[in-house]
């Protein structure tokens, strides 16, 4: 049975940097989409950025340059570098796998193993 374990989140002020990890386990498939997705308070889950098996990265707009998502197949590690962050990025942030191929930013209903989310803050 997959198991994804983020970590990494915290405080910061606007203009900071975090790191998120996202340890993961068991996953079955390959080819494999990796993504990460955040939720604000009231507000829908939305997705962050992707990772093809081969490293192809790919980003929602409001966070292309300043957030990079990596991976480390040795260690079965997912990573989200964010880096000038602003208090709209504030939410709990999420990894989450699908079998196959990104093709893109995948919709949430692709995704079919999720880590149960790290709490991040930003303060203006």
């Known amino acids: 049975q997959a198991q994804f374990v983020e970590s990494g989140g915290g405080s910061v002020q606007a203009g900071g940097s975090l790191r998120l990890s996202c340890a993961t386990s068991?996953?079955?498939?390959?080819?494999?989409?990796m993504g990460w997705f955040r939720q604000a308070p009231g507000k829908a889950r939305e997705t962050v950025a992707s990772?093809?098996?081969?490293?192809?990265?790919t980003y929602r707009g409001t966070v292309r340059g300043r957030f990079t998502i990596s991976k480390d197949d040795a260690r079965n590690i997912l990573y989200l570098e964010m880096n000038n962050l602003f208090p709209e990025d504030t939410g709990t942030y999420y990894c989450?796998?699908?079998?196959?191929?990104?093709?893109?930013?995948?919709?949430?209903?692709?995704?079919?193993?999720w880590g149960q989310g790290t709490q991040v803050t930003v303060s203006s």
């Open positions: 989450a796998a699908a079998y196959g191929y990104c093709l893109g930013l995948p919709m949430e209903s692709r995704y079919d193993s």
């Open positions: 068991g996953y079955p498939f390959s080819p494999s989409c």
């Open positions: 990772i093809e098996s081969d490293g192809t990265d």
